[in-house]
């Protein structure tokens, strides 16, 4: 019998499930998994409720789980201990964001690999593991040229009223929002990080105003030189990246690795095509 792999990339605005079986391919989407903001029986729930009833009853045998927070070993095994309540019988793996990057964009090559959607990362890669890596330091200490700090930035300039009347008037007619709220999803709610990240689509969708153009540009050159700077290798090997942000704003990446004289490898917007050819 064929062995049927479940493969997950998780972010912490979504999960992307690939169900392998005979060559064949299934996908599922649920929420996000942060395991900094969801306990064990809360991503159980979250997996009985959003996943199971779209799997069909498959008898899954393995398990490659890569997903946000999960570098750190508690989180990792928060997770695994849900899978493995879902998934009895199943081998299973819980590997962190970035080593599916990796993966998906480098598959056995060296190289630097980047994450830029909800949250940031990088790190270089051997061709087997991530031998080093940058300090994510999340939304609120780091995630530099993330959608959350993209996000962020935009609610400040917001709320500062740094904003010209035009792009005054195209949030306030978007967003329909006030300071006072504004402030209780940051500080008082649940995944403010990803209500942040939500403000990054002002930008994609506002390109071509200098004030837009300066805080994308600012908010990816903080990436650059705050993470990627630090590696050696960064001269040497292909820099690579995956997540939205990344995919979203290509265009003001290029302009960067022309700058800083990098030599720029594969954007994907989504690491899943890559990890079922690594899986395969």
Not at 120 to 143: C, E, R
Not at 215 to 226: K, M, P, S, T
Not at 249 to 275: Q, R, T
């Amino acid at each position: 019998m064929a062995v049927v792999k479940l493969i997950a990339d998780s972010g912490a605005t979504k999960t992307e499930w690939c169900l392998l079986t005979d060559g064949k391919k299934k996908t599922v989407i649920t929420s996000g998994i942060s395991p900094y903001f969801l306990n064990t029986e809360q991503i159980f729930d979250l997996l009985l409720k959003e996943l199971i009833p779209k799997l069909k009853k498959a008898e899954v045998d393995e398990v490659y789980y890569y997903g946000t927070g999960c570098a750190n070993t508690t989180n990792a095994k928060s997770v695994n201990k849900a899978i493995s309540k879902i998934f009895p019988g199943a081998n299973i793996e819980v590997n962190h964001d970035l080593l599916a990057a990796a993966r998906a964009l480098c598959g056995k090559e060296k190289g630097i690999a980047c994450i830029l959607g909800t949250g940031s990362n990088s790190g270089y890669y051997d061709g087997a593991k991530i031998v080093k890596n940058s300090p994510g330091l999340g939304y609120v200490l780091g995630d530099e040229g993330s959608g959350a700090y993209l996000g962020k930035k935009v609610i400040q300039y917001y709320l500062y009223k740094t904003f010209d009347d035009e792009l005054r008037a195209r949030f306030d007619d978007i967003y329909a929002t006030s300071a006072p709220e504004i402030l209780e999803n940051v500080y008082k709610k649940p995944l403010p990080n990803r209500y942040l990240a939500g403000f990054a689509k002002f930008l994609a969708e506002n390109r071509g105003h200098y004030m837009i153009e300066n805080i994308i540009e600012d908010g990816l050159n903080d990436f650059f030189f705050a993470h990627l700077c630090k590696y050696r290798e960064t001269w040497t090997l292909p820099i690579n990246f995956a997540g939205s942000v990344a995919f979203g704003f290509k265009d003001v990446i290029v302009e960067l690795c022309n700058s800083y004289e990098f030599e720029l490898g594969k954007v994907m917007k989504n690491p899943m095509e890559g990890l079922v050819t690594y899986h395969k």
